[in-house]
């Protein structure tokens, strides 16, 4: 069986410091996410987790965050979501500049 989104999304060089660095090599459910947020926007927890099949999302957050990525979180009060309201919901987006997140070279980047 072919696996879909499995490329990986960007290639790292190992290096440390910030002018010689390339974004870290990305795959699996975090690629996933990685390529929604790009072509979708920001997005609901909720949305990844039921329609795109990406179970514990917010595990898949933390570790592009991990790797320098500068993903932006909301949490909405409440969302309508399949004709419910939800309430306190993850709203994920890419911050600017994507990679790497501020701070992150520096030891400060939040997580």
């Known amino acids: 069986m072919k696996k879909k989104n499995r490329h990986p ?3 790292s060089s190992g290096a440390v410091n910030n002018a010689n660095s390339k974004q870290p090599v990305v795959s699996g459910q975090c690629a996933e ?6 072509k979708r926007g920001p997005t ?3 949305e990844l987790t039921a329609n795109c099949a990406i179970p514990e999302t917010a595990a898949r957050v ?3 965050r ?9 949490i909405e009060p409440e969302v309508v ?5 939800r309430r306190n919901v ?7 500049p994507e990679w790497p997140a501020p701070g992150f070279f520096d030891g400060e980047a939040a997580a």
């Not at 996410?33 to 790009?38: G, P, S, T």
């Not at 979501?81 to 309201?85: A, E, L, M, V």
């Not at 993850?90 to 600017?96: D, F, I, K, Q, T």
């Open 9 to 11: 999304v960007s290639q």
């Open 33 to 38: 996410v990685l390529e929604l947020l790009r």
């Open 44 to 46: 609901i927890s909720l």
């Open 62 to 64: 933390y570790d592009l």
């Open 66 to 74: 991990a790797k320098g990525w500068n993903i932006q979180t909301v």
């Open 81 to 85: 979501f399949r004709g419910r309201i």
């Open 90 to 96: 993850a709203r994920y987006s890419l911050g600017v």
